[in-house]
């Protein structure tokens, strides 16, 4: 009878008790950091050192365009700037040479009043010249386009001997992503994300692979997915070789 008994109870605790199995959302993997290039001035592409696939280091040169008129423009900016220095210079001592004079009563106020005028107007073309040559100078610097971050190239719309226009528009020429991390990407249900929190740590199922991630972002933007709404959630993890947005994923959820 005790026997009985005892697998009478085990069975009934069977009934309510039920494994713990973390639910698997499906989705997609993205780069962490995906950035467009391009450039704020015009002119021919020169140079293309990098293709789609190659590994860039932060601050590598990419791209050159032909830089002979901006180094013009910059020779040009630091004549003219010369000039405006030793132009400055001779109405600054014009203007000391006026108001001694006119402290020995030697001239009167409205000729002191034109040596100032002249003075502002010099000094006014001297910080116009050295505005030119600021400008000068970056459209030289901008006129190489180097990597933002460490990364892989994952676009290239330009070819050498290809006239950029950025007059208007600044153009895509090149793409970088991250190659360090990826974020695996799914949409909940407010009700599913709950539970969850920034920096939380969660796994991510990438084929036969089990990664652990960090939830870096929880959306607040409703989003209709197959006529639900849902929210965006990113699980930051690491880049293990081979791995493409694109990818199906699987989130575990606690």
């Known amino acids: 009878m005790k026997k009985s008994t005892n697998v009478f109870i085990v069975l009934m605790l069977g009934l309510f008790v039920f494994p713990c199995v973390a639910a698997e959302k499906t989705g997609e993997l993205l780069w962490s950091k995906r950035i467009s290039l391009s450039t704020s001035v015009s002119g ?3 140079k293309v050192y990098v293709n789609v696939g190659d590994q860039v280091k932060k601050g590598q040169s990419l791209i050159k365009l032909d830089d002979r008129l901006f180094q013009s423009h910059v020779k040009q900016a630091k004549a003219v700037l010369i ?3 030793e132009t400055y210079k001779e109405a600054k001592r014009e203007l000391d040479r006026a108001k001694e004079l006119f402290d020995r009563d030697a001239i009167s106020v409205h000729e002191k009043q034109l040596v100032e005028i002249e003075y502002s107007n010099t000094y006014a073309h001297l910080q116009e010249a050295e505005a030119v040559l600021t400008q000068a100078l970056l459209d030289l610097e901008y006129s190489t386009i180097k ?3 460490a990364g892989i190239v994952v676009q290239k719309n330009i070819e050498i001997g290809e006239t950029i226009n950025n007059s208007i528009t600044a153009n895509t020429m090149m793409v970088i992503a991250g190659n360090k991390e990826m974020v695996a990407q799914v949409f909940l249900t407010s009700q599913e994300m709950m539970d969850l929190s920034n920096n939380s740590t969660l796994d991510v199922k990438i084929g036969d692979v089990t990664i652990s991630g960090v939830v870096v972002l929880l959306g607040q933007e409703p989003v209709l997915k197959d006529d639900v709404v849902k929210y ?5 993890i690491k880049r ?5 947005p694109g990818q199906m994923i699987q989130v575990m959820l606690p």
Do not use: D, Q, S, W
């Open 147 to 149: 990597a933002p971050i």
């Open 232 to 236: 965006k959630l990113n699980v930051r």
């Open 83 to 85: 000039r405006a220095k």
């Open 44 to 46: 021919v592409i020169k």
């Open 240 to 244: 293990l070789e081979n791995l493409r």
